[in-house]
């Protein structure tokens, strides 16, 4: 059964920090894309960053500098480092992964909500 559990998510001030992860099981992480989306109230579902199997850190280019994404395929995780938090960043905030060959192997996690306001 695969699995892909957010965590990390909560209320921050303007400015301020947090990290998200996404752990993966029951799949080979290694073979797969991971992605972080997100969605905010009333609008369309968003790429934030991408971490390919290939090691390329991909990034919307309105988060570049702020946001940084990591994997690590020994605990089969992905990471996002969100800094200089702003109220437009407030939304649900879903991991994604996607095998590199077999793309109907796509699955979701069930998303971590992250606020920013003071």
Known sequence: QVQLVE????????GGSLKLSCVTSGIHFSDYDMVWYRQAPGKKRELVAAATTGG????????KGRFIVSRD??????YLQMNTLE???TAVYYCNARHQYEFHRDY????TQVTVSS
Do not use: I
């Not at 390329?56 to 988060?63: E, I, K, M, Q, R």
């Not at 395929?73 to 992905?78: E, F, H």
């Open 73 to 78: 395929n020994d605990k089969n995780a992905l």
């Open 7 to 14: 965590s990390g998510g909560g209320l921050v001030q303007p």
């Open 56 to 63: 390329s850190l991909n990034y919307a280019n309105h988060l």
């Open 108 to 111: 979701w996690g069930q998303g």
């Open 87 to 89: 109220p437009e960043d």
